[in-house]
């Protein structure tokens, strides 16, 4: 039996060359993101910007889009956002944050149930109050410091400072793109895509770290060799590895994608798009990194401690 | 050697068995359930956003307890000063506090001394008296006493409030009749309730929203509401409008015949005479006495029902009442008057409660989720298995029996802990199905290397696992940085995901390195092959 390959055996792909393709590549899209985030933002969903959110489904089977959205933007609640998704007949509403405290979002929920109550089904109801979204916003502008930070630690115990800087420049990496295909697609801003962005700073660092550890045992083993030829080695030997996590962990999310339903969708297509960027960025971005920042720099710094010790007598 | 002993294999099998043993409670109706033993009784609870349901968060109106107690605060001290014969030019609130200025700068002491009695030490249930006081009373020389709720005192009676307040949403909630509601603190001012199966929260909002103050007082008749309106009423009462109409106004005595709390029981019901829905109420021994008095004293004089400072109706006192019991009519429907004999009942809520962030998910959405998610991760499952199964052969399906064992034993221990299943959770299992199997390929793709390098199979395979270990636990403890942060801060579903992240890595070692291990140990006794099959 012929058994799969999606990397062939003993490959020697000048993966390093490549960095004169790929350095000015991301630092153009992140300029680019950087640069679209100022511009337009981010789309915030109802956790972060509070408001209400109305799944409705039509009794009938066909959804009136133009008469929903215009009697709901007769109803006084400001401008309402109306969405046609998922199958047949089900409309998303969005309706902004209202005036007045907790207390006044109540009232959308009423006035909505009255006006649509008798043709639609309400499959789901959200009201964010300015309190909670607020708090919502620090816990998610929280979560990603903290992550940021624990992971800085881990690297600072893990590795020496220029593999870890390399590791964190992937890592920064796979978040602003992340951050930046929310800003280019306009995909809803939630509590859940924290939870995206935090998996993939954990799907980051581990697609790193593999590729490191080799090149760590590499270092060790090949005192002489040329560092660019060292890091080719290092992703060449890990390839056929990373090919295939990166393989499975796409299927499942694609399934996810396929079949898990309309709720979970942005989450899923984060986290598709999100294990390509990391994939890509642990090979073109990181370790290409390590050329500029000295990659045994450790190594003749040890060596020369290592010269003064044996000096003295 | 490659060598598993009898005793691990017996071992590990114990621990994946007892791990897959949790799962079963689940796949049983509750009949079944219920002849297990109790160790199996525990299964995964789903969550609203998967089952349907209301989940209501609610904060107490801090400020609205803040006020009232400086209200009380200057009855208090208007009271105290008038009983020590102290004389006092002006009271009134000054910033968080109450001051009063004393018409005799030489009382300064004795008011000072009369005022601190007013203070009640804070008790802490862990500490007993704590030592702080719920009050600051300070003086200046001018005579200017300033009486000041403490931050510790304020917080207090927020912790009590609060405590109070689910006892009171819980009765209330429980007349609904849904089943299993869910009713806890969260933080230092909220309470979340949560209810399954509740499709429009309306009423329950209704129910929670009202505050449910009864009291009933004299209704002041020495000068008609509108001149009180024109000009200012009598400070011993006060203009309230009507429940039903609030142009209609009512000039009410402040002071409290009888309150709510004197009540109880309170059932709705149908007027003799006109057939109009009513709430008939019964005072314990009590109230029955005080309303016995006031009502003998005052015939032929109107008095008023008030609920949360409005007017239901101010009905004339015809004969003393002493029987202790009577009712309230007003404009009910008789639903509003159902609600008002439940609120009643359940007695009111020491301060007003604020909705502060509401998810209802109708029952249609929750299973459709459900299915959704089931569906995604049977074909993530189909798809994984037969990628691995295409690159590694015999070794692919070692890792895919790993796999499905290690979807079991999260499920085993999510029902072992309880843990709640929500649909960002069924997201993190189908993502898990995708990296778990990272262990497997990291040791096999050893293997496979070291193999090549020269090495016996037996050889290989013991390195390949010993080298891929270091990276193993590298490439786990990245991932549950994320896990765990996500698990500290999230709520609820986002919550549900971080958890099934959690288990997910902390059942990897057991199912992608010492079971499959065991197996491919086992593979080799039996094939004692020279090469390897990938």
């Known amino acids: 039996m012929r058994l799969l390959r999606l990397w062939p055996e003993n490959s020697h792909f000048p993966f390093m060359k490549w960095r004169r393709v790929t350095f000015p590549l991301s630092a153009i899209m992140s300029l680019v993101i950087l640069g679209l985030f100022f511009l337009h933002g981010l789309n915030f969903g109802i956790d972060f910007r509070g408001g209400t959110l109305l799944e409705l489904q039509a009794k009938s089977g066909t959804a009136d889009a133009a008469q929903v959205r215009e009697q ?13 998704f998922g199958g047949q007949g089900s409309l998303s509403l969005r309706f902004p944050i209202q005036e007045g405290g907790e207390a006044a979002q109540s009232a959308v929920v009423q006035k909505a149930r009255d006006t649509f109550g008798q043709a639609y089904d309400f499959r789901r109801v959200e009201t964010v109050g300015p309190r909670v979204s607020g708090e919502l916003v620090q816990a998610g502008t929280l979560g990603v410091v903290l992550s940021l930070v624990a992971v800085l630690c881990y690297l600072w115990f893990r590795f020496e400072r220029n593999l870890a800087t390399g590791a964190l420049i992937g890592t920064l990496h ?31 660092l581990n697609e790193t770290v593999v590729v490191f550890d080799r090149t760590r045992e590499l270092l060790r083993r090949y005192k002489n060799m040329p560092d660019e030829e060292l890091l080719d080695l290092s992703i060449n030997t890990t390839m056929s590895r990373t090919a295939i996590t990166a393989m499975t962990t796409f299927l499942a999310l694609l399934a996810l994608v396929l079949f898990g339903g309309e709720a979970i969708e942005g989450f899923a297509i984060v986290m598709l798009v999100g294990i390509v960027i990391c994939t890509y960025s642990a090979i073109f971005v990181s370790s290409p990194s390590l050329i500029y920042l000295g990659l045994r720099q450790s190594e003749t710094q040890r060596a020369a401690a290592a010269k003064t010790v044996a000096a003295k007598p | 050697m490659l060598h598993y002993s009898r005793t691990k294999t017996i071992l590990t099998l114990l621990v994946v068995a ?20 109790s160790f199996l009784q525990n299964t995964i609870v ?75 030490p804070i008790s802490s249930s ?108 009598p400070p011993e009462s006060e203009i309230l409008v009507g429940a039903e109409n609030p142009n209609e106004k009512y000039l009410v005595e402040k002071r409290i015949l009888v309150a709510g709390e004197d009540l109880v029981d309170a059932q709705p019901g149908f007027s003799q005479q006109t057939n109009e829905p009513i709430v008939s109420f019964r005072f314990n021994s009590n109230g029955a006495r005080r309303f016995a008095t006031a009502t003998q004293q005052n015939v032929g004089k109107p008095f008023a029902i008030v609920l949360d400072n409005k007017v239901i109706s101010a009905p004339r006192i015809n004969e003393p009442i002493t029987g202790g019991s009577g ?96 649909l ?28 090549h390098s020269g090495r016996s199979m037996v050889s290989a395979i013991q390195a390949g696992f010993e080298r891929a270990f270091a990276t193993i636990v590298d490439s786990n403890s990245t991932m549950a940085i994320a896990a765990v942060i996500l698990f500290l801060l999230g709520s609820g579903p986002v919550k549900g995901f971080a958890v099934v992240f959690v288990l997910g890595i902390l059942t990897t070692v057991i199912t992608a390195v010492t079971m499959t291990r065991m197996m491919i140990a086992l593979w080799y006794r039996w094939t004692r092959a020279k090469a390897l099959p990938f």
């Open chain 2, 327 to 422: 009712q309230i009519s007003g404009s009910f429907t008789v639903e509003s008057a159902n609600n008002l004999a439940i609120l009643l009942r359940a007695g009111a809520l020491p301060a007003p409660l604020t909705v502060v962030e509401e998810r209802t998910v109708g029952p249609g959405l929750g299973q459709d989720s459900i299915d959704a998610g089931t569906k995604a991760t049977i074909y993530a499952a189909i798809f994984v298995v037969i990628f691995m199964f295409a690159t590694y052969g015999t070794f692919g399906l070692i890792a895919n029996i790993a796999l499905i064992i290690h979807v079991g034993l999260i499920f085993g221990l999510m029902s072992l802990i309880g843990a709640t299943l929500t």
């Open chain 2, 18 to 37: 007892l791990g897959l043993l949790f799962v079963v409670p689940n796949l049983l109706s509750p009949q079944a359930r219920a002849r297990l033993p």
């Open chain 2, 126 to 233: 862990l500490l007993g008296n704590t030592g702080q006081f719920d009050l600051d009373v300070t003086n200046t020389p001018d005579g200017l006493v300033t009486l000041t709720p403490t931050e510790a005192g304020v917080d207090a009676r927020i912790r009590s409030a609060v405590d109070q307040s689910i006892e009171i949403v819980r009765r209330r909630v429980d007349e609904l009749g849904t089943t299993e509601p869910s009713i806890q603190r969260q933080g230092a001012d909220r309470i979340l309730v949560q209810v399954p199966g509740l499709q429009d929260p309306q009423r329950l909002k209704e129910l929670i929203g009202t505050t449910a103050k009864l009291t009933f007082r004299m209704v002041d008749v020495t000068m008609p509401v509108q001149q009180a309106e024109a000009t200012r009423p």
């Open chain 1, 174 to 204: 796979d978040v602003l793109l992340t951050v930046g295909f929310f800003v280019v697609t306009q995909l809803e801003f939630n509590m859940t895509s924290i939870a995206a962005i935090l998996t993939i700073v954990g799907y980051s």
């Open chain 1, 72 to 84: 709901s933007n007769a109803l006084g609640f400001g401008e309402v956002e109306v969405q046609e």
């Open chain 2, 46 to 120: 789903l969550g609203l956003d998967l089952q349907g349901g209301s989940h209501i968060l609610l904060e107490v109106d801090a400020q609205a307890l803040r006020n009232e107690k400086l209200e009380a605060l200057r009855d208090q001290v208007r009271t105290a000063l008038r009983d020590a014969r102290i004389g006092y030019t002006g009271l009134g609130n000054a910033g968080q506090g109450v001051q009063v200025r004393l018409r005799d700068v030489a009382d300064l002491q004795a008011a000072t001394t009369k005022l601190r009695e007013l203070r009640n």
């Open chain 2, 424 to 451: 960002p959770g069924i997201a993190g299992i189908v993502l898990t199905i995708g990296t778990a199997v990272d262990s497997n390929v990291l040791i096999y793709e050893r293997i496979r290397e070291e193999f």
